[in-house]
């Protein structure tokens, strides 16, 4: 009889012993992968430039889930828990949508502040070299060839920000077309300074007379 309960009590032993390893907890590799995703995504919707702090808000969200995957795989099997972890990763692909959402919308944003300030550019330029037709000659011919290279490197300059554009980067396309336009307005303030030096010199008709 004392037999049969000590192999009762093996039995149940061993029964409990394998439905604590059954019921251990399992890392949520699946949401893990998504949140890896999520990040991913957002990177590539170009949020670390379009939505830097959010997205790093979402970057340290992220590493302080891994670090709590971390956690739990440190302790023993019977003591693991993951719920935090995959609270926290749930999260993260939440956040990671809006971020690359809100990316891309502020992206889009920025390409058409950059395209109007290329305009701009050009504009500025054409309008340089529209006066520059009207530029004197004579004594201040070297000064009127020093602003004329000006004007031939402002109109090379024009390139580089439709190369900017085309490459999607419109932030640094938008700070270059806007320097740009100044350098085109101070090229064209030069020249109107020299029509008008050159206006002042003229004698009048009655000075003449």
């Given at each position: 009889?004392?037999?049969?309960?000590?192999?009762?009590?093996?039995?149940?032993?061993?029964?409990?012993?394998?439905?604590?390893?059954?019921?251990?907890?399992?890392?949520?590799?699946?949401?893990?992968?998504?949140?890896?995703?999520?990040?991913?995504?957002?990177?590539?919707?170009?949020?670390?430039?379009?939505?830097?702090?959010?997205?790093a808000k979402l970057e340290q969200q992220f590493?302080?889930?891994?670090?709590?995957?971390?956690?739990?795989?440190?302790?023993?099997?019977?003591?693991?828990?993951?719920?935090?972890?995959?609270?926290?990763?749930?999260?993260?692909?939440?956040?990671?949508?809006?971020?690359?959402?809100?990316?891309?919308?502020?992206?889009?944003?920025?390409?058409?502040?950059?395209?109007?300030?290329?305009?701009?550019?050009?504009?500025?330029?054409?309008?340089?070299?529209?006066?520059?037709?009207?530029?004197?000659?004579?004594?201040?011919?070297?000064?009127?060839?020093?602003?004329?290279?000006?004007?031939?490197?402002?109109?090379?300059?024009?390139?580089?920000?439709?190369?900017?554009?085309?490459?999607?980067?419109?932030?640094?396309?938008e700070a270059q077309a806007k320097a740009v336009?100044?350098?085109?307005?101070?090229?064209?303030?030069?020249?109107?300074?020299?029509?008008?030096?050159?206006?002042?010199?003229?004698?009048?008709?009655?000075?003449?007379?």
């Amino acid at each position: 009889m004392n037999g049969m309960v000590g192999l009762l009590h093996r039995g149940l032993l061993v029964t409990t012993v394998f439905i604590v390893v059954l019921g251990c907890a399992q890392p949520p590799r699946e949401q893990l992968d998504a949140a890896q995703k999520a990040v991913d995504a957002a990177k590539a919707a170009d949020a670390a430039t379009y939505a830097k702090d959010d997205f790093a808000k979402l970057e340290q969200q992220f590493a302080l889930a891994k670090d709590e995957l971390a956690k739990q795989e440190q302790l023993l099997p019977i003591f693991r828990s993951y719920s935090d972890a995959n609270a926290m990763l749930v999260k993260v692909v939440e956040e990671g949508g809006h971020v690359a959402a809100k990316a891309a919308q502020a992206k889009e944003a920025a390409k058409t502040a950059a395209l109007a300030a290329e305009k701009e550019a050009q504009q500025a330029v054409a309008s340089a070299k529209e006066l520059m037709t009207h530029a004197p000659t004579g004594k201040d011919k070297a000064a009127v060839e020093a602003i004329r290279q000006d004007l031939a490197a402002l109109e090379t300059s024009l390139g580089p920000i439709r190369q900017l554009i085309d490459k999607g980067d419109f932030v640094g396309a938008e700070a270059q077309a806007k320097a740009v336009k100044e350098k085109g307005a101070a090229v064209s303030a030069e020249i109107q300074s020299a029509i008008d030096k050159t206006k002042a010199k003229k004698p009048t008709a009655r000075a003449r007379g």
